[in-house]
């Protein structure tokens, strides 16, 4: 009886083991560590379908993305709506065997806990944070892959530029906006810092 029972757990372990097999290789990169408050960050996620079956990717099943502050406290989605699953594509997608498929998410869109006006740019204050990416395929193989960053206060031009940045948009969606003044504001601002990390949000 100790022997069946013995061989029935080894029996059991194996057909969890072949059914949790990995499916696909994963690949999640930023453009650097370091970035300043507001400047944009975006992540881009390869997944390599390494089996010799086509696998279908159910974005609000498959792929988790969670960012992380210092305290191991996650940080919230600005959008209520998208809050309630970690997910930016609804879509579903299959993956023939060999095959990549490549997603860019522009995390500042849904992340973050301070807003330039209460409507636009979002972005995260001062701090170390991590990235955590969790891909559960179709048989429940479950895995993650962590991206530490740190985000710096601006300084000397860059402050300049983000506090400008901030003060022209504040009367957007307010009876004192004044389209073509906006305009102008900005195009003068990047002007003024062509070469600035910020200037791609201004764009």
């Known amino acids: 009886m100790k022997h069946l029972l013995q061989l029935l757990i080894i029996i059991f372990v194996l057909s969890v083991n072949l059914l949790a097999q990995k499916q696909f290789e994963i690949e999640a990169v930023i453009v650097k560590d370091t970035f300043l408050v507001g400047e944009e960050i975006d992540l881009g996620l390869t997944l390599t379908n390494i089996t010799d079956t086509a696998q279908h990717i159910i974005a609000f ?14 940080v919230k989605y600005n959008n209520v709506i998208m809050g309630m699953a970690h997910c930016f594509l609804m879509s579903q997608d299959e993956i023939k065997p060999g ?3 490549y997603r860019l998410y522009y995390l500042m869109d849904k992340y973050g806990n301070i807003a330039f006006n209460g409507a636009w740019t979002y972005y995260l204050e001062s701090g170390n944070y991590k990235i955590k990416v969790s891909v559960t ?33 504040s009367p957007v969606l307010t009876p004192k906006y004044d389209k073509k003044l906006f305009i102008e504001q900005l195009q003068a601002l990047h002007k003024a810092y062509p070469n600035s990390v910020y200037s791609p949000i201004l764009l």
């Open 61 to 74: 099943r498959t792929i988790d993305v969670q960012i992380f502050d210092s305290n191991g406290d996650e």
């Open 99 to 101: 095959e990549s498929d």
């Open 137 to 169: 395929s179709s048989n429940n193989f479950r895995e993650e892959k962590i991206i530490p960053f740190r985000i710096n206060k601006p300084t000397g031009e860059e402050l300049t530029f983000f506090n400008s940045f901030q003060n022209i948009l």
